[in-house]
């Protein structure tokens, strides 16, 4: 079983950018499709942004061109850049890991939740 820990979150306002950081246990990291996914006010979790094994990134059309994910295998440990930022991307930020990057949408597929890091963005 892989945990998470997620940092990083704060406040800022509106045209900034965080970085947020996800720390993985265990020493199956590397072989874990891993995803960060914001959770607004009243509304349900949906993933952002997705970084396969091999390096492959995708994302949301509403975080395109200014959100980056990486990671760091040797660190066990994912980010995301988040730049450009928009009141509309307060949330909570979780990241989490499956053995398929097509599994990453499915909660059943994935590792017990950790506790978030919140953002808000406002002026």
């Known amino acids: 079983q892989v945990q998470f820990v997620e940092s990083g979150g704060g406040w800022v306002q509106p045209g900034g950018s965080l970085r947020l950081s996800c720390a993985a246990s265990?020493?199956?990291?590397?072989?874990?499709?891993m995803g960060w996914y914001s959770q607004a006010p009243g509304k349900q979790r949906e993933l952002v942004a997705q970084?396969?094994?091999?390096?492959?990134?995708n994302y949301a059309d509403s975080v395109k061109g200014r959100f980056t994910i990486s990671r760091d295998n040797a660190k066990n440990a994912v980010y995301l850049q988040m730049n450009s930022l928009k009141p509309e991307d307060t949330a909570v930020y979780y990241c989490?890991?499956?053995?398929?990057?097509?599994?990453?949408?499915?909660?059943?597929?994935?590792?017990?939740w950790g506790q978030g890091t919140p953002v808000t963005v406002s002026s």
């Open positions: 989490n890991g499956a053995l398929s990057a097509g599994l990453l949408q499915y909660d059943k597929y994935l590792e017990e």
């Open positions: 265990g020493n199956i990291f590397e072989f874990y499709a």
């Open positions: 970084i396969t094994t091999d390096n492959n990134t």
